[in-house]
């Protein structure tokens, strides 16, 4: 191929690129310009966790408090109730002030998951990523969500792709820079933490090719994260009166999934758990913090109990749960108040389906490319797949943890069965990694 063939073809790979990334704004902007600015909801929100950032994020703004008036909480991670809290202090309680900034954390999320295409599989693979990424219809979902997803897409991905980086150059900078996507993380919701491990096999710490600066690097970022981590647990221990490591919720999450999964009525989880979201929200919880530390103690210690009582049951429905991540796919909540079940499940099988068919594909094409990186990633599926099954994620949770992967690895599968096409190749310019 000649220069000129390759600057052409340079070219047209960088206008789909950037063709993607505009299409990815403009289809976001487009499902925040659907939606009523002064609502909390759209009319396909699903969750009612909204309820509680939008309030600890108001009182932030206008008490200084995360919690409820001048009654602090740990009932969630701070770092969604902050970024809500700045944007309100800048434009008043309007949650579609809070939505054009997710759009941004949206295309950070596509540029990142484009970056870690590009490293497991080239220029071709990096735009064919941000392709997907764009039109994904569960991401452009949480845009429009007060909810933590979008905060933790743009973490998380950022903690894959600096501890690739980290793994493919060791410069201290991208160590750095994975400490602070980590806390980020971490610090929007607990399961950051638990991804770590298998996360930090991208980043090769074992490899000699600029050993001191890699761990010099990962040394400073886990540093970072460390004072993060250390400034929430001080902060906890000064409002609650205790040592809370991660959130006051832990115990509920577990009980309420527990129930769930072994089939236990809407109505009776209600009954046993005796209190929820909207309890905090509203600061109507009994006993103030003391009040909420204790609720999840008694709710943590009655999953417990049940468990014991029959762990068969409870390993059965953990296996359940993780079929239910991967393959089912539940509309009823999103489709019933509009009356569009059939659309919305006919639209998240046509989208999901096909990623989840080719990136199967393309982590069979990983093994071959880069072991490292194939053992990572099948690391993250397992942790997270264990994580949403003894808590019963759900779809969210998949969304956060599962399907970023899954959508640079259906790049990668798509990468090489284009690379087959001479033509195509020419077109693009784009090599397959040795």
């Given amino acids: 191929m000649t220069r000129s063939d390759n600057t052409s073809a340079g070219r047209l790979l960088r206008a789909f690129y950037v063709a993607a990334l505009v299409l990815c704004i403009l289809l976001r902007a487009l499902y925040v310009v659907m939606s009523d600015a002064s609502s909390l909801y759209t009319q396909w929100s699903t969750a009612r966790d909204a309820e509680v950032y939008d309030r600890f994020g108001w009182n932030l703004a206008v008490h200084g408090t995360l919690g409820v008036g001048n009654q602090p909480s740990g009932f969630a991670m701070p770092a969604y109730p902050l970024f809500l809290a700045a944007i309100y202090r800048v434009a008043g309680h309007l949650p579609g002030a809070a939505r054009w900034i997710q759009i941004l954390l949206g295309v950070v999320t596509i540029v990142a998951l484009g970056q870690f295409a590009r490293i497991l599989g080239g220029p071709r693979a990096r735009a064919l990523a941000v392709a997907i990424g764009a039109v994904y219809p569960f991401f452009i979902y949480f845009t429009g969500e007060i909810l933590t997803e979008t905060l933790f897409l743009a973490a998380f991905s950022g903690m894959i ?68 981590w250390g400034g929430w647990i001080a902060r906890n221990r000064s409002a609650l009166g205790e040592t809370v490591l991660l959130d006051t919720h832990s115990g509920m999450a577990l009980y309420l999934g527990h129930l769930e999964s072994i089939g236990v009525s809407q109505e009776e989880i209600g009954h046993r758990l005796w209190y929820g979201h909207r309890d905090i929200a509203r600061g109507t919880l009994p006993g103030g913090p003391a009040g909420e530390l204790e609720a999840n103690r008694r709710a943590g210690e009655l999953a417990r109990q049940s468990i ?32 569009t079940v059939g659309l919305a499940t006919f639209v998240g099988w046509a989208s999901y389906a096909p990623v989840l068919f080719l990136a199967g594909a393309g982590l069979v094409r990983l093994r071959r490319l880069r072991s490292h990186a194939f053992t990572a990633i099948l690391a993250l599926f397992a942790t997270s797949s264990l994580i949403h099954g003894i808590f019963i994620g759900g779809q969210r949770y998949r969304v956060g943890t599962v399907d970023p992967l899954l959508i640079v690895l259906a790049a990668v599968a798509l990468d090489e069965w284009l690379g087959r096409f001479p033509r195509i190749r020419r077109l693009t310019g784009a090599e397959n990694p040795s």
């Fill in 161 to 228: 792709l600096t501890a690739a980086r980290l793994g493919e150059r060791g410069r201290l900078l991208d160590g750095v820079f994975h400490g602070l996507c980590l806390a980020l993380a971490f610090l929007t919701r607990p399961v950051g933490l638990f991804l770590e491990p298998a996360a930090l096999i991208l980043a090769r710490p074992w490899s000699p090719v600029n050993r001191r600066s890699r761990l010099a690097g990962l040394g400073i970022g886990f540093l970072l994260f460390g004072l993060a």
């Fill in 308 to 339: 014991r009582a029959d762990p068969g049951r409870f390993l059965r429905s953990v296996a359940r749960n993780i079929a239910r991540i991967w393959l089912h796919l539940d509309f009823s909540e999103v489709g019933s108040p509009t009356g």
